[in-house]
C-alpha cells in the first residue's frame, strides 16, 4: 500500500468523519459509558447500515473530544490491497499527519484479514480502540482466542422505537394524554412498517433497502466464505425471511434445497453472522436436548422484512413478535422460546435463572385461552410469579391461578426504560 494514498484517504476520512451531522443519540451510548472507562478494546458489532459509523462520531464527541484521535474507516475500494502488514504503515502515516496519539478509531475493520494481530500488539502497548464491524464473529469465542482478556463487545441494532420517535422529532410525555397515545400509535405503524434502519427511514427509497439485502447476501457471505451455491443461498435466506417467527427444519430446507444438512446449517450460521437473522433455541435444563431441538427464526428488521418475504406471509401478530424479539436482543443476551403441551414466545435468561416470560399476539379477542394457557405452563414451570402479554393495543392486568398477567401494547412496553435487564457487553 502507497503512503501517498493513505494520506488522501486518511485527511478524507478526517474531514467527513469530523462533520457536524444531525442524527439521532442512540441509547447505547449510555451502557458504553461504564465501557469507555475501562482499558478494554471496545468492538461494536451490527447490521451493515445500523448507524455504526455515526455512533463512532457520538463516542469522540463523548469521550475524546479534545483529544487526537486517529480515526480511519476500511470499507473504501482503494483499500482492496490492503493487507495485515500494512498497519503499521498506516500507524507511521498516522505520526506524520498528527503527531502522537495513544487512540484509535476503526471503522468496518473486519474486511483486512488478521487485523486482530496489530490490535493486540498495538493494545498491550496502551493504545485505546474503539472498533466497528458488521459479523457478529467479531464478538464470538474465536476472536476471543488472539484477544482474550482485551476486548468487551457490544451490538448495535437499528432504531428502537425510542430512537425512531427521536428521529421523528417527537418528545415522548411523561404524562399519556389521548392525543398523545394517536400520535403515538401512528409513528408505531409507521416503525413496524419501515423498520428502524436509519438511511431507509431519512430518504423511503426502497432501492437502499434492496442494495443492503444483496450486498449483504453477495458480498459478505457468497464471496467472503467462497460459496458455490448461489441459488441455494438465494432461496434459505428468501425463506427464512419469509418465515420469520416460525420454527425451522434442518431436514425440511436440505429437501427443498436439494443440499446437504451441513450446508444448511453453515448458510444459516453465515446469514446469522451478517445479522441479517436470529435463530432462538427452545430452553430445556438440558443443554444436548436445547441443542438438538427445533430453532425459531427472527429478522433483524421489520423494515427489510416487508421488502423481502412473501407479501401474504406478513401476519401483524407475527410482525409484532418479530419486534419484540429485536428489542429483547437490545436488553437481553439470552433469550429462548419454551414449548411444552403449550407454548410460550419468549423466555429470558439471566445469570443462569429464567426471570421472564412473554407472550406476543395481535389481540387476545380470540385466543385469549391460548395465549393464557402457554404462558401460565412456563410461568408454573420455571416458577415465576408474574408473566406479560404484550398486544397491539390491549392494557390490563389479570391475576390466573395466583399468577399475575400484564397485558400492555407493544408500543408502550417498547417506551419503557428497561429495568433489571441484564448487560448486553460480551467480555474476554
Known sequence: ???????????????????????????????ISDQMELPHILIISGLRRSGKSTLLKEINKSFFEGHTIYYFNFEDERLLDFTVSDFDLLYETFLELFGKSKIMLFDEIQNIENWELFVRRMHDRGFKFVITGFNSSMLSKELGTRLTGRYIGTELFPFSFREFLKFRDMDIPDIMLTENRADIKRHFTEYLKFGGIPEYLKYKNELILKTLYENILYKDIFARYGLNDEKALKELSFYLF????????????????????????NYISYIENSYLIFTVPKYDYSVKKQIYSPKKVYVIDTGLINLVSFKFSRDHGKLLENLVFIELKRRYRDIYYHKGKRECDFIVLENGSVTCAIQVTASLKDNKTREFGGLLEALTMYDLDEGLILTDDEDFEDTLENKKIRVMPVWKWMLEEPSGTSSKTNNS
Open 1 to 31: 500500500m502507497e503512503s501517498k494514498t493513505l494520506k488522501e484517504l486518511i485527511i478524507e476520512q478526517k474531514s467527513e468523519f469530523e462533520s457536524d451531522d444531525d442524527h439521532v443519540k442512540r441509547c447505547v451510548l449510555d451502557s
Open 242 to 265: 419469509s418465515n420469520y417467527g416460525s420454527e425451522i427444519s434442518y431436514k425440511k430446507l436440505k429437501v427443498m434445497l436439494d443440499v446437504s444438512i451441513n450446508t444448511v446449517k
